[in-house]
């Protein structure tokens, strides 16, 4: 007697990890490096996509470089794309600095040079998270819903 087959839906799962160093440089290539990732995943540069990405690694990057860096060691990005989903990471090894949860960040005053950057992840993510990084930091996720 032979089994009878079973159908099973394939999902390819894409991924781009990379360490940086924790400079401006290390911020300004994590970005550029997160838009030719996503360009040779068949998301044009330029698009809605591709411009809401740029600023979400901007700022996480920009945060991890001033906020959670700690001298003599890296922070990471980490991007995956399942259909309908992308998920940008970034991670640093300060974990004692957390940032506010989701649903915190509050829009500084108008004459405030800083303090926008969580605000632009909370609007344009649609869902995303503080997580523990194991052995040491944190990892702000955050995830677009994408057309299938």
């Not at 600023?55 to 399942?82: K, Q």
Request: proline share 7%.
């Amino acid at each position: 007697m032979t089994t009878p087959p079973t159908h099973q839906r394939i999902v390819t799962v894409r991924a781009f990890t990379q360490r940086f160093s924790s400079t401006r440089l290390g911020a300004r290539l994590a970005r550029h490096l997160a838009l030719h990732q996503l360009e040779s995943w068949g998301i044009p540069y330029a698009s809605s996509t591709s411009s809401t990405v740029a600023v979400l690694v901007a700022e996480l990057a920009a945060n991890a470089v001033l906020h959670g860096r700690v001298p003599g060691r890296d922070f990471e990005l980490r991007m995956t794309w399942t259909p309908g989903t992308l998920r940008v990471e970034v991670s640093d090894t300060r974990g004692e600095r957390r940032v506010p949860e989701p649903g915190e960040a509050v829009l500084p005053e108008p004459e405030a040079e800083t303090g926008r950057g969580l605000y632009l992840v909370q609007a344009l993510a649609d869902r995303w998270a503080v997580l523990d990084r194991v052995p040491v930091g944190k990892t702000v996720r955050v995830e677009l819903d994408l057309p299938r």
